[in-house]
């Protein structure tokens, strides 16, 4: 069963993610970089929406810890780093990853996201897509 991906443009004038999660990341957006936007690719590969749970937990308590921060390492072939995953046994059934430029960036603002684009990409029991900070810097919920 594939699902038709969905583009959609975010200005975050509007706080949206800050309206939508009750959190402060949209205040903590750079203001070189106050355009945003997603795009959703979910399909019946995608994570499932209770499988995506306990990779937001996991970045949550990530984010508390003060030492803690996501960070994308990889500057060379698919410039990406997988951050945080839910793999219960030997299967993962949801990740996260950062991509693009090599940056870092808090784990409680990357869960937000995560969230962000699981709210908007939902589509029959999955999630998956991409939320660009800009042009440079991605993150993959796959």
């Known amino acids: 069963m594939a699902l038709d991906p969905v583009n959609i443009r975010l ?13 402060e990341a949209a205040a903590e957006v750079d203001a070189a970089t106050r355009l945003e936007f997603f795009a959703c690719d979910t399909t019946s590969s995608s994570p499932r929406l209770h499988d995506i749970d306990p990779l937001i937990a996991r970045l949550r308590y990530w984010g508390k810890q003060n030492w803690q921060v996501c960070s994308n390492g990889n500057g060379h072939g698919s410039k990406c780093s997988k951050v945080g995953q839910y793999k219960p046994g030997n299967e993962e059934l ?4 950062l991509c693009g430029e090599k940056r870092s960036m ?37």
């Open 11 to 23: 200005d975050f004038a509007d706080n949206d993610l800050e309206a939508e999660t009750g959190s």
């Open 94 to 97: 949801s990740a996260v990853s």
């Open 106 to 142: 808090s784990c409680g603002r990357l869960a937000d996201v995560v969230q962000h684009v699981k709210n908007r990409c939902a589509s029959a029991r999955y999630a998956g897509g991409r939320y660009y900070f800009g042009p440079y810097f991605w993150m993959a919920l796959h």
